[in-house]
């Protein structure tokens, strides 16, 4: 069965540091998101993703965050100057066109020291 | 705007006992789904069961079946014969069927569930 995956599985930046969190959502879903939980929290929408541009971002998601989809499977978050408060779990989703239903990755652990 | 709310923060039950979990949102959307969503220690959201909301009968999902109770927007999720797999985070969530795209999920604070041996 195909699985949203990304990569890396945990990350360890120091702050101020850019880093590029990547996902290959599953082939045939259009629609694409980001989501954080910083510990022992909710989990938060970032962004989501469709036809090549932003669709809709929330109140969290500044300047300092930018998406891509830079070829036909990664889709990306880059975070320009990580803070201490970014420290969390990143999940990117997907879904296909007509479902709802949004398929979660694995989940990239961002530490920020 | 949509809220969720869990008023569980933990929950246990021993191992082959029912147990259910609670939900309530608030919205003035008429048309949405609902989901749970488990959340292991290893921290990777798996979809349990969703639910349409035009749809007036409960999903069930093996072991896991709703309670949806549309006018009181309470969405209830049941786990029958609880296993040691199912310790687990458990979130519900809300997302509005709209016809434009990339409608954000909305998620509850989570419920904790032990199922103790």
């Known amino acids: 069965e195909p699985e949203v995956t990304q990569t890396p599985s945990h990350q360890v930046t120091q702050m101020g540091q850019e880093v590029i969190l990547r996902c290959v959502p599953i082939s045939n879903h259009l629609y694409f998101y980001w989501y954080r939980q910083i510990l022992g929290q909710k989990v938060e929408f970032l962004v989501s993703f469709y036809n090549n541009e932003i669709s809709e971002k929330s109140e969290i998601f500044d300047d300092q965050f930018s998406v891509e989809r830079p070829d036909g499977s990664n889709f990306t978050l880059k975070i320009r100057s990580t803070k201490l408060e970014d420290s969390a779990m990143y999940f990117c989703a997907s879904r296909r066109e007509y479902q709802e239903t949004q398929y979660f990755g694995p989940g990239t652990r961002l530490l920020v020291l | 705007a949509q809220t969720v709310t869990q008023s569980q923060p933990e929950m246990s039950v021993q191992e082959a006992e029912t147990v259910t979990l609670s939900c309530t949102y608030d919205?003035?959307?008429?048309?949405?789904?609902l989901f749970w969503y488990k959340q292991p220690p290893s921290r990777q959201m798996i979809l349990v069961i969703r639910q349409e909301a035009y749809k007036q009968q409960n999903a069930t999902e093996n072991r896991f079946s709703v309670n949806f109770q549309k006018a009181a927007k309470s969405f209830s999720l049941k786990i029958s014969d609880s296993q040691l797999g199912d310790t687990a985070m458990y979130f519900c969530a809300f997302i509005p069927r709209r016809q434009t795209s990339g409608s954000r999920l909305t998620f509850g604070e989570g419920t904790q569930l032990t199922v103790n041996p």
């Open positions: 919205t003035s959307e008429s048309n949405y789904y």
